[in-house]
């Protein structure tokens, strides 16, 4: 039995580590929100970095800040900010796109480099972009590869042969069920296939370990636990080994080796940059690059294990206050087999 | 010959009919700015806006600001606020991603719209990302459609039955020279072809009438001559009549009938909104909408007729003064072939 009275909650509160944190963010009075798969609040810092985006950057300094402001790397930086939150490298994950686009590159890029298989292998009910992203790809494949859905708890069965790329969101957008990324990607592995894992809302609120799970690719938002602000730009990541080897087909100038030497022939960068496509929104990117400042220090262990309880606590309280009208659980009581 | 005295410059200014417009940009002191084509000024107002964007809608009402604020049809409405810029329909322009993403799909849906045809053809010389993401395009389409670069004055003579579409920026990012949209675009319709104009150098700078050229598709960036701000988002063009059979590859939830049904199959929205991809960033969408407002009430015709005396200007006094050190004239000296 969990206790539920608000002194123990007090108590908790009290003795919570991550207490201070709470302060980096500008809450509006009064408002308890549960919305961060959604929109993440308002980190400090933010309002004050757009103000001198706009009036700094692009007023006084206007193009100049190219160079001095370094816009022109924001992409890479933010992208290395956000690479510990997921176990990469810092050149192994890049800020770019909106998650529906980063999609189509890196699962494009995948079925290029299993070219001849024929399935790409997804679950009923992921979130809807991944979906239709899927199909718009493999409709523009031509045969190469189509997208078969298979439910959750037989997808280890469904990988054979003939899949080129595993697509899945490592926690649901509605149930937070979570996949075991370990497990599944040495299966795909083992036959093959590469995976593609949809972190949008995992990162920034559990621990993920791509390099730890061998992943091959990852997407995520910027919006909902990143804190980056409404349609914050999203992020991709590609495992070092595939540096070389992934093309995706929408080869912008800013994916380009000399994007500034203005040549008609497309030769992509050595590395992760040759997964961007056209010029960054510099508002946006700052406000991510600014937000992300939040998990400074943040021990993503202790997130979990306060994010856990929590969890644990508002089910406690559902079952004893609000089931008796009707409401259920959507979600796993298993504290290890789900979200936040 | 043109004056270049001091005299009757300051006599230009002070009859000139666009004068009070300036005060619409908030200009750094002291700066005489011509990079508009890589970064438009900020205008007054844009500041104000991105404030209320983050401290009452991000900040205060947090997710509900998709409807209050009516983050939902921020692509729509700013789409209807460039449409009469570019001589389009407010429903047949709608902003969204990247000029290079932009790109894709309309020349993806138009390759679709084409099948069995095997060229795109475009200029060598074009703004480096629309080449680079025909190359990108045509190596994922297979042997469906080629990219052929052909010498600008050539183009009409290269289009032939086999031709899916011609793709061309409408004023040259380096030479300014301009093409004829209404004759191209006619040229290509006689054959079956169809035409994409890149229209980031001209959208905001020169009178364009896509309705009236009998324009397909056309795309163009919003931080050049919109002033939307660094990165801003960019911009598209369907016209009506191809709405139902226009279909692109990046099938994202805000391209769907239904977003917000959350169902697994895709099913493209029935008019423009089918070339969104991903969720917009709303921080960057709203400086391009507050931006906009600076167009109001311009008379393009006028503004038109101003670019081309102060170009016609900038070449005398460059002829007078710097040709001796080796400056040369890399535009047209006819104002009618030369945008801005």
Redesign the interface.
Known sequence: MIPTSLDWCQQQDANDPLAAIKDRF?L?EG?I?M?GN??G??PKG??ER??T???R????D??K??NTAD?INLPARVGAKIAPLVGAMADEVVMA?????NL?KVA?AACRMNKGRSKIISE???F??D???L???S????NDAQLQ?VDRNKIIDAIDDDTAVVVLTHVHYVTADMFDMEAITKAAHDKGALVVWDLSHSTGAVPVDLNGAGADFAIG?G?KYLNG??????FLFVAKRHHANAE?????????KR?FD?????EPAPDIRRML?????????S?LDSALDAFKGVDMGLLRKKSQAMTDLFIALTREKLMEYGVGLATSETPAKRGS
């Open positions: 500008d509006p408002v929100y919305d959604s929109l609040v308002l933010v309002a757009i103000n985006v706009v009036e950057e692009w007023r006084t206007l193009i800040s190219w816009w796109d909106s998650t529906s686009i189509f494009a009923p009910g992921n809807p972009t979906l239709y992203m199909q718009g790809l409709s523009f494949l031509g859905t938002c919006y602000g409404p349609g914050a730009p999203a995706q087909p929408l080869t912008g100038w800013f994916g380009h994007p203005f040549i008609d022939d497309y496509v056209g010029t960054t929104s510099v508002l946006a990117a406000a």
